[in-house]
């Protein structure tokens, strides 16, 4: 991707920084309604972790397992809506008909557990006699929580409170308790929650302290909505909203770092690139996690109000993980991966997933994906791609020596490819040909994220999105800047990044049509 493409101006309309699928997607909402608008990324290509990149004869997917929320032509979701009627971005994703991978490595259970819902509560019945009317009703409460997402996602102007109750007051009662907490109120039997937490990769935090509107959401997302994968890997996702922003008149400059965000009086006046360029604006929009812009990005410093920092010291980074991307020189159905999405744990207690992630010690859960049985030709003919990863805490790798890094990094990828290696019944190493393990110091240095974190904040009850929702007004510490991507509104994730682009510039479109 060239550095520049689109005719550069020295005013804008808006700024955005990042061309994650947050920044992509609030960029081009912006082109598309007629704002000037430039994109600043300081990668030499678009995307964020919505990317692939290459190693010999295979090409991996970064982070995307699954995409929901998308729909089809006859039932739209979304971002269908968003990306296909609106912007008019052609993509054909790939329904995912089979259930998850589930194997409990202590006992050796293991199983294919349903996606669909229905299914779903059948399979666990079987399982847990008598856990269907808790269950049921469980699983119906979190659609109305997505239900209530998805009214603040489709609102046309400033959310209003009060009208967010009015619509959804069960919902907006349990947005300050934590998925234990309604779990609990709805007497769940323990084992039956055990099929439904496996998700834990998807939030970062365990049940008794993530918000339930997150993992309502998720379960939601997952077991009550038709679930996608990216065809071959997200880049054409990310590489064809570039192209429509550039389309729709928008100006995309890579390799082009966001230095500053001047403010004057509160309210917002420009960027400055390292470079030195001056972008004149009264918009900026961010797809980087506010500790990085609030500490590192504001200028003067005297702008910096004093709220931000203590929101900043209300939040903890979210979690990121170590992952392995490995092309394997033999064919998917040689190897008996006969399954998309694959989850692993010591047992069912999903807060094991949690013991490890402080003090890099071998993590007992860890997830994995194997396209080639979605999509045949992921890699060359005779070859598979197999994907593991856990999650870990970003801080105690930053503690490490540069020597003491790569072997904590290569000891604990050895010990995933050895247990996921017990369970699917072959040794792993005996047919890699590509091997790559990412640490969150790999994703701080590819994608620019703070810490190298993965999922923003951690999601807890006080910063739930429903919550942000109804107190708005007081995340907008700085007027003209708005955050979008795993920071802005909604919850962290593929979906919600783009549809928090959307969300962000709602405002600024309907000012300038008022």
């Not at 409170?161 to 300050?176: N, Y």
């Not at 949690?354 to 007992?364: E, R, S, V």
Request: glycine share 8%; charged share 20%.
């Amino acid at each position: 991707m060239e550095r520049g493409v689109g005719i550069l101006e020295r005013t804008y309309d808006a700024v955005v920084i990042g061309s994650g699928m947050g920044g992509l997607a609030a960029a081009c909402n912006l082109a598309k309604n007629g704002f000037k608008t430039v994109l600043l990324e300081q990668h030499n290509f678009p995307g964020g972790v919505t990317t692939s990149f290459k190693r010999g004869r295979f090409e991996f997917e970064i982070s995307v397992q699954c995409i929901t929320e998308y729909g089809s032509k006859e039932n739209k979701g979304p971002i269908y809506q968003f990306l296909v009627d609106d912007l008019g971005i052609d993509i054909d994703f790939p329904r995912m008909t089979e259930g998850r991978f589930v194997a409990w490595t202590d006992s050796g259970e293991q199983m294919v557990v349903p996606l669909e819902k229905e299914e779903l509560i059948r399979f666990i019945e079987q399982r847990v006699p008598g856990s269907e009317p808790s269950l049921r009703a469980y699983l119906d409460f979190c659609d109305e929580m997505l239900a209530a997402i998805n009214y603040i996602n489709d609102n046309d102007a400033a959310i209003k409170p009060v009208e967010l109750i009015l619509k959804h007051k069960g919902i907006v009662a349990a947005a300050g308790l934590t998925t234990k907490e309604v779990t609990d109120s709805f007497h769940i039997p323990k084992k039956a929650l055990e099929y439904l937490d496996v998700y834990w990769t998807f939030i970062g935090l365990p049940m008794d302290a993530v918000a339930f509107p997150i993992y309502g959401t998720v379960i939601s997302c997952m077991d009550s909505v038709p679930v996608y994968a990216p065809k071959k890997t997200t880049y054409e996702i990310s590489a064809k909203m570039a192209k429509r922003f550039v389309e729709l008149g928008g100006t995309l400059l890579c390799n082009t770092r966001a230095e500053k965000i001047l403010v004057e009086k509160g309210k917002v006046t420009g960027v400055v690139t390292q470079r030195g360029e001056v972008f004149k604006t009264h918009h900026v929009y961010s797809n980087a996690l506010p500790h990085n812009v609030f500490n590192n990005l504001i200028y003067p410093k005297n702008e910096l109000p004093a709220k931000a920092l203590q929101r900043l010291n209300m939040r903890t980074v979210g979690t990121s993980f170590l992952s392995m991307y490995m092309g394997l020189n033999r064919s998917a159905q040689e190897l008996g991966l006969n399954h998309y999405m694959y989850y692993f744990a010591k047992n069912g207690d999903i807060n094991g997933a949690y013991a490890g992630i402080d003090d890099l010690t071998p993590n007992g859960c860890f997830a994995g994906m194997c396209p080639n049985p979605l999509i045949p030709d992921a890699s060359p003919e005779g070859t598979s791609i197999l994907h593991l990863e856990t999650i870990y805490r970003a801080e105690p790798w930053g503690k490490l020596t540069d020597k003491e890094y790569f072997a904590k990094k290569h000891e604990l990828a050895g010990d995933l490819i050895d247990r996921a290696s017990d369970v699917l019944g072959f040794r792993i190493r005996d047919y890699i040909e590509e091997i790559e393990v990412a640490a969150p110091q790999t994703f701080a240095r590819y994608i620019g994220s703070y810490m190298g974190n993965v999922y923003a904040y951690d999601h807890r009850v006080f910063d739930s999105v429903v919550i942000k929702a109804m107190t708005q007004d007081k995340e907008r510490l700085i007027d003209g800047l708005s955050f979008v991507g795993n920071a802005g509104l909604l919850v962290a994730g593929f979906p919600s990044s783009i549809l928090s682009g959307r969300l962000a510039t709602i405002e600024q479109i309907a000012h300038r049509g008022a």
